[in-house]
């Protein structure tokens, strides 16, 4: 009888124990993230390399870039929906098109978008190069047709005699494409990040410094690391929690990603995972552009990427960290004509 006892005491014990630890790792989920070592960055980061272009070529796509000629009614540029002032991105939940058209899915940023593993949201594209060729066709963007916009180009003398100097094929749909990624892969933006990362403590706020060291506990370098910290792999939208009741509404085709490319029912809801670097400039957030504030975007990724629910403090803190990667736009970054127009004035 005793032995019975003892044996239910136990029993009822050790419930007792199994309750609070799942009670405690419960509750954990909304204390602040435990950081008992602090990381080193470099076993996660790199700093931003600088990239070799051909200075003439790279000018040559910028002038392109800039040019209404690529586009069906001539109103449209590719600076029309990945603006400098704006992040490379456009500010918009959707990108708006030819006649006022709205596209189905939030412009990535171009600022470093060298670093991207392939390119579009859900990577059809395996280069900056072939990136370029799709928006100029497509009838909800730019509108208009290759060969037309190679012969308008054509009709420019001085176009024609700078393509001259790079291709013996002269202007094709080609070599326009060549010439902007040329221009795209030069438009790095180094961050106080990367000098933090060279060795330069002061760099960054004390503040940022613990927000590194809670956005490593948390698990988000699993997607966000390297150069461009993302960009490197495709990932499930709604790894752990279902982003999509999270967040309500039907399903769009935009919402399938990697699928719509490959028909995989496996790579429903996967998309490229995005570059953090200027993400401070880069809201609405998310492919479906349904989030304004980046601490809400960081709650959200937390929640449904890694089954975390962050406070208030750790979320303030990681957005401080991903400040630091706000960089610094290179001097190309602009529209060529507003220079020979301000050269004018002056």
Known sequence: ??????????????????????????????????????????????????????????QLGRKLYFDTRLSGDGTLTCASCHAFDKGGADGAKVSTGINGQLGPINSPTVLNSHLNFVQFWDGRAATLAEQALGPVE????????????????????????????????????????????????????????DRYLEGDEDAISD??????????????????????????????????????????????????????????????????VPLLRNIELTAPYFHDGSVDSLDEAVKIMAKVQLGRDLSDEDTKLIVAFLKTLTGELPPQASDPALEGAESEEG
């Open 1 to 58: 009888m005793r032995r019975t006892v003892l044996l239910i005491s136990l029993i009822v014990s050790l419930a007792s124990l199994a309750a609070c630890g799942k009670k405690e790792a419960h509750d954990s989920k909304s204390e602040p993230v435990q950081t008992a070592t602090k990381p080193d960055p470099k076993s996660f980061f790199k700093p931003l390399a600088p990239v070799e272009v051909d200075e003439a070529k790279m």
């Open 207 to 272: 503040e940022a410094k613990r927000g590194l060291e809670v956005f490593v506990a948390t698990g988000c370098t699993t997607c966000h690391s390297g150069e461009g910290l993302g960009g490197t792999m495709y990932q499930k939208m709604g790894l752990v929690q279902n982003y999509f009741e999270l967040r309500g509404g039907e399903i769009t085709e935009a919402d399938l990603g990697r699928y719509n490319v490959t028909k995989n029912e496996a790579d429903k809801h996967l998309f490229k």
């Open 138 to 193: 497509n009838p909800v963007e730019m509108g208009a047709k290759w060969p037309e916009v190679v012969e308008r180009l054509k009709q420019d003398e001085a176009l024609v005699k700078e393509f001259a100097a790079f291709y013996e094929d002269g202007i094709t749909k080609e070599n326009v494409t060549d010439a902007i990624a040329e221009f795209e892969r030069s438009l790095g933006t180094p961050a106080p990040f």
